[in-house]
């Protein structure tokens, strides 16, 4: 089953289908040929060892990276054609959260879109931020200026503001790096509901041993994609190893030796 | 009432800043302000500050007005670029204005000659020069591996020996007029006449315009760039509008700060502002309200003192402006900060303090717990004993006891004798209930090992809020119900003892 998703149709109503995609950073490739359809309304962890590519895949995906190759289809049109359906939540550490916000200034931040250009927040939106950050347990912190948060509550914060865009699909960049149980728990639970509801998620997870409990299907990914399919069949020793055994070396080389022959010519 | 400002956004600061325009056009024109002259040399030095400060020159309300107002914009641009972690492209685009205002002067010289020194024409040429110099830091940048402040350094520094080399070709020229081209190296303000001003004025309020519309735009740019993507937003587009903004602000800055300093009136009341607030469009209020400040002050100081160098001046004022927000800063003053930190470690002292004396009687006594206040403001106490109970110095002890004292939570009996008072013993049952409360709770719900405890609870206790004693009382209702203090869940120690298990 894992295997034959690679040959498999990519139907229209995958949340996301990535065929033949290959990213590089200047010439040297990072992910190779990665070729998966997600399955609706499922939980789908993306796990791997550093620099396997997990965050690269979401930003290729998201077109924040360009792609050497490859096509990405959500719902069956592209990520410019579908941006509203498609949530996305960065890295904690990937901004200052000293910056002079409120919580629910950074939430009002995933309305911007409907908003539209230059015009203000109005109360109705503010509402509908607020109501994002009581979805995750936050409510009491709305005017709370960001960096007077602990890391867990950023998190959170950070998960509002793709909920209150109301997307049906979610990408989540490792939002169980670094929190405290409460907010692992918030965090869980607000994905059970998503998939309740028909949504899908796909999440880059590091934490090996919460996978099965959290997640229904998995991709192992070490700059190619080892296996995917439901956890149950995939999440194996054998294909973990595959993924973290450094039996990759050999791709590592190959990429590099690209490096060195490009700098001569 | 602060929830509608926000609403609002920016829009007020924009029609602000047209009334400033129509102001500055009705000022400019009036013909009977026109007609006053300049003071003679024989004023004294107080008649001349009565008259710079009340404005009666035509010549000083003229600088003054436009002054503020490049001050104002500048510091709502600088907001945005501060955030945006771009404080020195404000200074690339500046010093690389320089080899464009020599290059617009021999032009335009050439095309007719005796016109080089028009205004207009030499700020297109610092412009499109400036432009350009922004183009190549961010090509030096994405093109080759040079870091962004190396670029910034290699791009500003050709430009500016550009500059320098032109200049000396245009002091070789024949026609001679090109004295006064150095006043865009240091400022002028002086220079600025009611034309400028309108130009000035006008160039404030398009930025002031364009800030406010776009505010959450920028907000989004300088806080998310990668979700800002994400979500569809140009984010190449918003920094180039971002970059226009600044290009704008510096080139009609050059004119009264000069290029080497105009950075200072991008950056300095946004830094300054950020001590005061922690809201964005706050933020950018004080920012454009401490810009036109500085340069208030610069000018009417440089109007007094006609031999200071008027440029300099007004960035001097707006540092005066940066130290005094840095020190009294309402959000993140350094005075403020210092006085939170001695507040904390003040309360925690006393907590300490207090929590040794009712041990130091707890262990003393047969009886069960809890101490009555009578058993507590019965015995004295002595300094040695309060000092075996914690890891302290005699020192620190005795200050710790000299503010317990004037505070009246304890009382001098002689010497070393100490004794709690009533106000100190109410003080004590509390701070050793509410310990004991969280070690009992970490014990409980938290499997932390109860020889552990103590070092656990000390950190927490002193931040318990009484909303979170409810909370741990409801958790661990049914020990106590019957006491007041519930006895330790521990052995109570004394600080060798302490020291042996670590």
Redesign the interface.
Known sequence: MPQTARHAEHPDSSPLTIHDMTVAYQRRPVLWDIDYSAPEGKLVAIIGPNGAGKTTLM?AV???IPTISGEIRFYGKTY?QH?SRVG?V?QRE???WD????AL??VA??L??N?G??R????KYRHAAREALERVGMGQYATR?I?QLSGGQQQRVFLA?ALVQGADFYLMDEPFTGVDAATERAIIDILRTLRDTGKTAMVVHHDLQTVTEYFDHVILLNMRLVAAGETTEVFTPENLRKTYGGKLALLDRVGHQMTMAGGQQ | MIGNVREIGLWPVAKLLTACVLLATLLSTDPAMALETEPDDGTSLSEQFVRVVTLRDYNTRIVLLGTMLLGASAGIVGVFMLLRRQALVGDVVAHCALPGIALAFIVLEAVSPGSGKSLPGLLAGAMVAGVLGAWATLAVQRLTRIKPDAALAIVLSVFFGLGVALFTIVQSLPTGTAAGLHDFVYGKPASIIAADVKFIALASAVVVLICGMLFKEFALLCFDDGFAASQGWPVGLLDVVLLGLVVGVTVIGLQSVGLLLVVAMLIIPAAAARFWTEQLWLMTLVAGLLGAAGAAVGVLLSALFPKLAAGAVIVLAGAAFFLVSLAFGTRRGVLRRVMVYWQTRRKIGRHDLMRAAYEALESEGETATPLSPTELTGRTLHFDQLLGRRRWTPGRLKRLVATALREGLLRREDGDVLRLTENGAGHAARIVRNHRLWELYLIRYADVAPSHIDRDADRIEHVLNPELVDELEAVLAERTAAVAVPPSPHEIGTADAATETK
């Open positions: 930003k998201l077109g924040l410019r941006r996305y960065p990937s901004v200052d910056f002079p916000v409120s200034d950074v931040m995933g911007y879109r908003i250009w230059c203000p927040v109005t109360q200026q960096s503001r």
